[in-house]
RNA sequence: GCCCCAAUGGCGGAACUGGUAGACGCGGCAGACUCAAAAUCUGUUGCCCGAAAGGGCGUGCUGGUUCGAUUCCGGCUUGGGGCACCA
């Protein structure tokens, strides 16, 4: 029995792909295009099984497109500034570039184990000059269009470390590396207009119909375009106002108090000559700035004293409170608050006692015994208790009260939206400098086109906190451009968000050197037919791609409304947890094996071990599984295999040792049954002559029904479902023993489908036993099977028999059989006589080809 | 806190648009081969009653719509993703 030997067969054919330059992309207007791409990775150092995951779908989808006849463009990058390699010059004293370009060179090396149907020629980096300097470029363009500006704007700031922290580097409200309570500080930085294509990019989401709904929900959720009503109170004993915005008018009349941020102009003023709101205020800046960390506090307020007029009748005062929940990014940064009807309004009542009043009574329920005590009513209703209100429906309230407002002056019905504008600056080394210069006499002053690129100096040292480009001696002195005097250059760089956002377009041309890309590339490749990637990106990275797209489109760069135009959104994996039983320490699965009484023991010390939940990979709680040691024990055709067997790709896969095992034996299963046919095949240069035994013309049927199954599953993305169907079709091969007639012929044809179906999944094994079945050239470039329409579909169906819904008998039927032949076919059975019991047949439905109910 | 998603045998999952629940795989059990083991092959395997034929129950919980619900609707529970400076 020979052996397959994995090592040498794929090496050879990923030598053979290269040689021939299978997979390299020409432009090419005549034939139709396709463009895969996977979300390109961050060089963490090597490669894990998520990305396993990910590029293994990319390249099922690009190889079968490749077999269906299309031009597949299908490049990698990477994804090679930000926040890590910052991380790893402080703790291994190692500079940011130095370690980005080994970890790309080591997880290139890996992934081109995987046997990935990519154009290596159109690899790019996103840290190198020849990248970044085109995105200066597009800044300096999207300032000339004003979708860039300045303003000022909240970090978190580590007072002992003097440095500006990100959202993950704040636990608890500390820093992560001193433990410093974090402040709130105020910067002046850089804006992306994105609001300026709020509608339109809301809009855009109905025609993409190739994207998941639940991504489109996302993002029209943060988008979060609402119509409300601006309108101004009267603060009682001054001579300003204050405005606020809500979404629901109609609740007016239920208002118990105003609050406004603690960011808010008014907040501010007042706190100047009150230390004790100037505390609280100081408070409230101690929470991080994201937006989970303020809704999950404790909800408090500061009572300023002051008093706004309730504008539908002069007598009526309500408090005004700085609050902590108020955003002041949202609305105006000022609310009135009606307990009865939202949740954070009702708890933060509940704390001040403050009056609850329903005004909004679900319909056929007592005014007067309608309480909210615990939890709002959100729901819809009649207006009570609210003067020229009652009686109206929620909407006509809104209305009627906004139409008001605007007649009195007082007020308009607007809309506003949650997306705020894209902050863009980083006080970072590892980035895109922002190619602007400031002057002090001329202020900010873009670099001119001809100075740029604006080149990041590697020449940088980490020994003290803060960003080393200020720290350069050098580097940031400059001239103004302007005036010619003495000046220094911005030191932020630029958000790694701006680097994703383009990257797809840049593949297009990739080598092109005096331009981002060349316009005929572009119109030719985009939109991206498919990208694949993890729902974790699902709002932020997809909403800046499609908003980049659009700026550069209003720049004159292309024209393109939409850059993805097919979307998958890929499950994680995950795997078992183990601790030390004794220590409760975390231990990796390499450090567990299973003893002779099944039990789980350490290896090195044979101590017990405690199995915990499935969870993602993670370095935290080691139980990861290194892609590199399952390729070089198993081969990449079972890495791949498994990755695409069982869980359906949307979903979380757990990693199995058993699950390898099943797609390892699977491989050998395969290779044993081609090579080592029952009877000698006909040669594959014969043609095909029948008759065939009964045996082979129902596995004939089975393999034409395999072949249009599968080219279904693989366009749904039910990789799971192709991996059963191609076993299904090897159990059947495996029970032809070549004795009947024409059963050679049927096996050759049977091998032969297998081995075309399985080449987008396991492409090494499937090109080795192509060579050995005596096909021509390279599989890679072999057409897609196609099936035979006439042996794709059953001639006689099993169809059900219900009698009141429950299964009684299944009967054998000619396909799409006449219903009264159906009906009288189940009415004749044995058992659903039987069933039937003597009682009247009251009625019957029949469901062709699937079942028959027989109501009594 | 807010937004989004998921839940089916011992396990991963299948079931197309509301129409035979459990395809395919893993694991288990029994057998073949072997001095033995591994590998491989064959049979069997949702749970309960039954010798069998057959019957009852069963898709996280709960209520509804329907001739018929894993699938649609309402209310929960648990787990996961995102929340604007991780990528």
Known sequence: MSRYNVKETEAKWQTAWEQQGCFTAVDDASRPKYY??????????????????????????????????????????????????????????????????????????????????????????????????????????????????????????????????ANEQVIDGRGWRTGALVEKRKLSQWFLKITAFADELLDALKGLDRWP???????????????????????????????????????????????????????????????VLAEFIAECSRVGTSEEAIETQ?????????RVVHPFDESWALPVYVANFVLMEYGTGAIFGCPAHDQRDLDFANKYRLPVRPVVIPADTDPAAFVVEGEAYTGPGVLRNSRFLDGLDAESAKDEVGRRMEEMGQGERTTVYRLRDWGVS????????????????????????SDLPVVLPEDVTFDKPGNPL????????????????????????????????????????????????????????????????????????????????RALSQCGYMELPEPFAGLFTQGMVNHETYKDARTGGWLSPADVAKSE??????????????????????????????????????GADAARLFMLSDSPPERDLEWTEAGIDGAWRYINRLWRMVTEPPVALPGADETMTGPFSDRGNATRRLIHKTIAGMSDDLEKFRFNKAVARIRELTNALGEIDGSGEGEGWVLREGYETAVR??????????????????????????????ADPALAVDDEITVAVQVNGKLRATIALPRDAAKDVAEAAALGDSNVVKALDGKPVRKVIVVPNRVINVVV
């Not at 800044?139 to 002992?160: C, I, Q």
């Not at 404790?298 to 002051?306: A, F, P, V």
């Not at 939109?527 to 797209?549: K, M, N």
């Open 757 to 786: 179906l399985i080449g987008p999944m396991m492409p090494h094994l499937a090109e080795e036993l192509w060579q050995r079945l005596g096909g021509s050239g390279l599989l890679a470039d072999q057409p897609w099977p196609e």
């Open 426 to 449: 980083r006080q970072r080394y590892w980035g895109c400098p922002i190619p602007v210069i400031h002057c002090p006499s001329c202020g900010v002053v873009p670099v001119p086109e």
């Open 298 to 306: 404790e909800k408090r307020g500061y009572d300023t004293g002051l």
């Open 213 to 275: 709904d639940r991504v489109r929900i996302m993002q029209e959720n943060w988008i979060g375009r609402s119509t409300g009503l601006r309108f101004r109170f009267r603060l009682s004993g001054r001579d300003d106002g204050l405005e606020v915005f809500t979404t629901r008018p109609d609740t007016l009349f239920g208002a118990s108090f105003a609050a406004i941020s603690p960011n808010h102009p008014l907040a501010q003023e007042l706190a100047a000559g009150n230390p």
């Open 470 to 549: 200020d720290h350069h001696p050098t580097w940031k002195h400059t001239r103004c451009p302007t005036c010619g005097g003495v000046a220094t250059r911005e030191t932020d760089t630029f958000d790694t968000f701006i680097e994703s956002s383009w990257y797809f377009a840049r593949f297009c041309s990739p080598r092109v050197e005096d331009q981002a890309f060349t316009r005929s590339s572009v119109d030719y490749w985009l939109p991206v037919d498919q990208y694949i990637g993890g729902i974790e990106h699902a709002v932020l990275h997809l909403l800046y791609s499609r908003f980049w797209t």
């Open 36 to 165: 895969v791409l996977e979300m390109f990775p961050y060089p963490s150092g090597r490669i894990h099984m998520g990305h396993v995951r990910n590029y293994t779908i990319g390249d099922v989808i690009a190889r079968h497109k490749r077999a269906k006849g299309f031009n597949v463009l299908h490049p990698m990058g990477w994804d090679a500034f930000g926040l890590p390699a910052e991380n790893a010059a402080l703790e291994k004293k190692v500079h940011p570039a130095v370690w980005t370009r080994e970890n790309i060179a080591t997880m290139r090396g890996q992934l081109k184990t995987m046997g990935l149907s990519i154009d290596w020629g159109r690899e790019l980096a996103t840290c190198d000059v020849e990248y970044y300097r085109h995105e200066q470029k597009m800044f300096l363009d999207f300032l000339r269009e004003g979708l860039a500006y300045r303003k000022e704007s909240w970090v978190n700031w580590d007072p002992v470390d003097n440095t500006v922290l």
């Open 597 to 634: 009484s099944g039990a789980l023991l350490r290896v090195d010390d044979g101590g017990p071990v405690t199995v915990g939940r499935v969870e993602k990979m993670s370095k935290s709680k080691k139980n990861v599984v290194d892609p590199a040691a399952i390729i070089g024990t198993y």
